[in-house]
């Protein structure tokens, strides 16, 4: 169980490139990005239509090269996923790249709804089925009919249960907040966050309540990395801190700059590692309530032990300040 959940943890900061960017391999390659981070090359939204074909091959080139040079020499390798149009595509780019699947961990799913759930979660399956390891993915809850309040509450518990049926596959959940924004003509600015925005906020609240209990999910992009005295670093660090708070782990960045903030926020406290030790080393006999580390508020094992497993796992991963 600890192993699996370090696995989806440790996405983190994901790292979003067009797949017709012809430099990804070499910033791989050569290490140019701060580490641990995850890469999503996507051919999706970032894709004119009439460029996905030039994109795909482009995209195979990328993953080659990667697989061609971490096979004579090791780097560090982060988790590789590809962010598809449709389902069809994703079976269509696998049959091409199954030769290489030892550095990709999987699929990104745009727009994942109640109409095209049953063909991603199909074509899922079929890729297991062939593959020699876990090929994972990573629905993004981010389409229309999520705003809508009428349906919401219904298609949010139809989608759980579409994603409980490859519940082995999924490694995250992702939500879209630019798409999310969009449908509200919204937009926030470096001294805001998307909790700021009412209506999205409500809708991540929802999909925290009936997704996060079992989930690891991850939170919105933030869309600014340069400002004249780093207020978009100040503004992303707010962002993260509730991120955290409302049970986000990771975040989907658009600029290497935005990769050591997001790992920075991630990392655990002293006080709270030192806690979530006691939390779990506590004496099942007896008392089981006393004073935190620092003597400052009350840990107790009954209502903070899924606290202290999260608290944990991440320090493992991202360290302790």
Not at 163 to 168: A, C, E, K, L, N
Request: glycine share 4%.
């Amino acid at each position: 169980m600890i192993e699996n959940l370090m696995e989806k943890y440790s996405v983190g900061a994901l790292l979003y490139s067009p797949a017709l960017n012809d430099n990804i391999a070499q910033a791989v390659i050569k290490e140019k990005y701060s580490r641990p981070y995850s890469l999503a090359i996507c051919l999706e939204d970032t894709i004119a239509d009439d460029s996905v074909e030039k994109a795909e091959e482009q995209l195979c080139i990328t993953i080659k090269q990667i697989s061609d040079e971490y096979n004579m020499k090791k780097f560090y390798l982060p988790k590789i996923f590809i962010r598809v149009r449709n389902s069809e595509q994703m079976l269509r780019l696998y049959n091409r790249l199954d030769k290489y699947s030892h550095i990709f961990k999987g699929f990104i799913f745009p727009k994942y709804t109640l109409s095209n759930a049953d063909n991603y979660n199909n074509a899922i399956r079929k890729i297991n089925d062939v593959s020699n390891k876990t090929v994972y993915m990573m629905p993004i809850l981010e389409s229309s009919d999520i705003t809508d309040y009428d349906i919401r509450h219904t298609v949010l518990v139809k989608l759980k249960q579409k994603i409980d049926s490859v519940r082995d596959y999924v490694l995250n959940i992702r939500v879209g907040g630019n798409d999310f924004s969009n449908q509200f003509s919204t937009r926030r600015h470096c001294d805001e966050t998307i909790y700021d925005i009412i209506p999205i906020a409500q809708i991540f609240g929802d999909i925290l309540t009936i997704f996060s209990r079992e989930y690891v999910i991850s939170g919105a992009v933030w869309e600014y990395f340069s400002s004249d005295n780093d207020e978009w670093k100040k503004g992303m660090q707010r962002e993260l801190k509730l991120d955290k708070l409302n049970g986000f782990v990771g975040k989907t960045v658009i600029h290497p700059k935005q990769i050591d903030v997001v790992n920075e926020s991630l990392m655990v406290s002293g006080k709270d590692y030192e806690d979530a030790k006691d939390i779990l080393n506590w004496d099942k006999s007896g008392l089981q309530v006393g004073k935190s580390f620092g003597g400052e508020r009350m840990n107790e094992i009954k209502t903070n032990i899924n606290w202290a497993y999260k608290t944990i796992i991440l320090s493992d991963i991202y360290g302790i300040k």
